[in-house]
């Protein structure tokens, strides 16, 4: 069986403090993971993905994720967040199996 | 020649009416992808296509729900006697890859078209 967990469907944050947003997985099959983004209105959008290469992912716009096979789990961090970075956030396992979000805020 | 489209971008239904959701993946994606958007909810995979062939259609949540990509380029999402617990945003992705599931290949997904059954 093949799922993801978002652990928190509502994370705040301060400008400029660290977002960390929580994926953890199970796959039957060695995992190919992912975080997605999603603008109102607007299609999710890729931020990075791991590929069995290396462990800590880096993606777009300063945000990385670190594999970590025993915790079977996919963090997304960035180390400070902008206003910009409100939006929902999807976690996504072997290409189909999608979370059910988490919905970051950025308080002034 | 930009990204996935997707028409309509709404639909309002009535209840038993049918629906056709059309998508437009980007010039060249032999994959395309159907996602099912429940309001707080993850994408729920619906189908798979591989140039005009359908290879995978275990999403689907009915026979009422039917797709097709008769030419390998544009697919139609189409649902027959439509039930409220089909209100959704039915979403279109596209990519490279030729192997779904277990892929590393980029999705493009689409804006989605918000359907409400009244």
């Known amino acids: 069986a093949q799922s993801v967990t978002q652990l928190g469907s509502h994370v705040s944050v301060s400008e400029g403090a660290l977002v960390l947003l929580r994926c953890n997985y199970s796959s039957s099959v060695p995992p190919y993971l992912f975080w997605y983004v999603q603008y109102p209105n607007q299609g999710l959008q890729l931020l990075l993905k791991?590929?069995?290469?290396?462990?800590l992912v880096k993606g777009i716009n300063g945000f990385e994720a670190e594999f970590k096979k025993s915790e079977t789990s996919f963090h997304l961090t960035k180390p400070s967040a902008h206003m910009s970075d409100a939006a929902e956030y999807f976690c996504a396992l072997n290409q189909f199996y999608f979370g059910t979000g988490t919905s970051l805020t950025v308080i002034p | 020649g930009a990204g996935v489209s997707q028409s309509p971008r709404y639909k309002v239904a009535k209840r038993g009416q049918d629906v056709a959701l059309r998508c437009d993946p980007i010039s060249g994606h032999v994959s395309l992808f159907w996602y099912q958007q429940a309001l707080g909810q993850g994408p729920e995979f619906l189908t798979y296509f591989q140039n005009e062939a359908q290879l995978d259609k275990s999403g689907l949540p009915s026979d009422r729900f039917f797709a097709e990509r008769p030419e390998g380029s544009v697919s139609t999402l189409k649902i027959q006697r439509t039930q409220q617990e089909d209100s959704a945003v039915y979403l279109c992705?596209?990519?490279?890859?030729?192997?779904?599931?277990?892929?590393?290949?980029?999705?493009?997904f689409g804006p989605g078209t918000r359907l409400t059954v009244l």
């Open positions: 992705a596209s990519s490279t890859g030729t192997v779904a599931g277990k892929s590393t290949d980029t999705q493009y």
């Open positions: 791991y590929t069995s290469a290396a462990t």
